[in-house]
């Protein structure tokens, strides 16, 4: 049996299970829709990682599709969840398709400092435009998709949405992995200068990736936006695109599913911290991070990549 034979049944029951999952649980809708819109962010961020390069500059493109959509439904007063969707991707590929012109010569803490300048730079435009609604942010009210409402009370439909969103996502990553093209991420990350010596370009992978990884982060934050039903500029802050670094962090870069089940572990249990501790949650996150750290330094990826190791060796001592 090969690797699609498998993968995709897998996406499809993982969607499944986290459509019925929400249908259940309806008080826990907000926090899944959260935790998954940030996993679209985390993936791009996984992909990056597999080619060396650590980007604290996803909040910058989780902002623009927030914003993106904001704008076109308080200016324009487009409600139709397509267009919205539309206009996040576009306005992400070509900011990236920019400033990637500039990253993709750049590597290791240069790489990451200048995306999270980039980031900051929209920070600080947001926070002083008074017409955006500065730190408070605005409403993003009456999305709907073909007349069926997405947000409030009617949050389920949204979060069925995002959840095709995030199988489609997943299904284009993993058929990027296997191209030739996907397969030069990790020969960039050993050895980029053989990679060049291969004939290949090492600067236009990273290229195209990062466009990959800001249309990603960008639909994240348009479908946050419209679940959440509101965006301000801590989008496109610090602290955002060094929560994204955590948590790929936690998934590693084995596993294109573990981005979504880190951010989703991580949003249920910082709810329950806060639930629970009001006052300490974030010492009680923290030593749960650090614990993760300690205990999987390879990250959930690594987890069955361990178990295939052992399997292996033992295969090899028979």
């Known amino acids: 049996m090969n690797k699609a034979q498998t993968f995709v049944p897998v996406a499809v029951g993982a969607a499944l299970f986290l459509i019925v999952a929400a249908w259940a649980l309806p008080t826990w809708n907000f926090v899944i829709s959260i935790g998954l819109a940030k996993g679209l962010g985390v993936l791009g961020l996984v992909l990056m990682m597999r080619g ?4 604290f500059g996803q909040g910058l493109y989780y902002a623009i599709g927030g914003y993106s959509v904001g704008l076109m439904v308080n200016l324009w007063k487009i409600n139709e969840a397509v267009l919205l969707l539309i206009a996040p991707v576009v306005i992400a590929a070509a900011t990236a ?14 790489f990451a400092m200048l995306t999270l300048a980039l ?16 730190t408070d942010g605005f409403n993003i009210r009456g999305v709907t998709l073909i007349g069926l409402p997405l947000s409030g009370t009617a949050r389920f439909n949204g979060l069925v949405v995002l959840v095709l969103i995030c199988f489609t996502a997943l299904i284009t990553v993993w058929y990027f992995g296997k191209t030739a ?13 053989r990679v ?8 236009k992978t990273i290229y195209l990736f990062y466009i990959l990884a800001a249309v ?6 348009a479908m946050s936006g419209i679940l959440v039903a509101h965006v301000d500029p801590e989008m496109a802050f610090w602290a955002t695109s060094g929560e ?22 991580l949003e249920f249990v910082r709810t329950f911290a806060y639930q629970h501790a009001p006052n300490t949650w974030q010492l009680v996150l923290g030593v749960i991070i650090l614990s993760m750290i300690l205990f999987l330094p390879t990250g959930l990826g690594g987890v069955r990549f361990g178990k295939r190791k052992a ?7 028979a």
């Open 52 to 55: 060396g390069l650590v980007s």
């Open 119 to 134: 980031s900051m730079l929209l920070y600080g435009l947001l926070v002083k435009s008074v017409e955006l609604g500065g």
């Open 244 to 265: 994204f670094v955590v948590i790929a962090v936690l998934a590693g870069t084995g596993n294109i599913f573990t981005p979504f089940i880190a951010a989703l572990a």
């Open 181 to 193: 093209l996907g397969r030069l991420l990790p020969g960039i990350k050993d050895n980029e200068i």
């Open 216 to 221: 990603l982060a960008a639909l994240g934050g």
């Open 311 to 317: 399997t292996v060796e033992a295969g090899e001592k």
């Open 97 to 110: 398709a920019v400033a990637g012109l500039l990253l993709s010569r750049y590597r290791d803490i240069f």
């Open 196 to 203: 060049e010596y291969l004939g290949a370009s090492a600067n």
